[in-house]
């Protein structure tokens, strides 16, 4: 994916204002036949420790060129998705242009879902 991504996980780590600070991101859901049955793999609830195993992670050039270009979004992660039947896995990399991953309130990973996920 080289597109946008928007993320209300507002509790995980990598959350930014509604950005993803990651450098990859994992859907799962190999299964899934509705956006309820993925996953993101790679939320992880915000806090010190959690912060510093997930630096690996990081996206950092991306969050600086999101810094000095406030007025769009330049950073977005990659997406490995294992949701062999949505329409825009291609060899379980995310094809479509803008995805939002829904997880308000979120304590772990089974509390978020691709909302781009089309059958």
Request: charged share 15%.
């Given at each position: 994916m080289?597109?946008?991504l928007n993320c209300s996980a507002e509790s995980c780590v990598h959350n930014m204002s509604g950005l993803c600070?990651?450098?990859?991101?994992?859907i799962e859901g190999n299964e899934a036949r509705t956006s309820r049955s993925t996953d993101c793999k790679t939320f992880a609830q915000k806090g010190f420790i959690n912060a510093v195993t997930n630096v690996v992670n990081?996206?950092?050039?991306?969050?600086?060129?999101?810094f000095v270009?406030?007025?769009?979004?330049?950073?977005?992660p990659?997406?490995?998705?294992?949701?062999?039947n949505c329409t825009y896995n291609?060899?379980?990399?995310?094809?479509?242009?803008?995805?939002?991953?829904?997880?308000?309130g979120a304590k772990s990973s089974n509390g978020t879902q691709c909302e781009t996920f089309v059958e």
């Open positions: 080289s597109g946008k600070s990651a450098n990859t991101i994992f990081s996206n950092v050039p991306g969050e600086i060129r999101q270009n406030q007025d769009e979004v330049v950073m977005s990659s997406i490995k998705c294992e949701a062999v291609v060899d379980q990399i995310c094809g479509a242009s803008n995805v939002a991953i829904y997880g308000p």
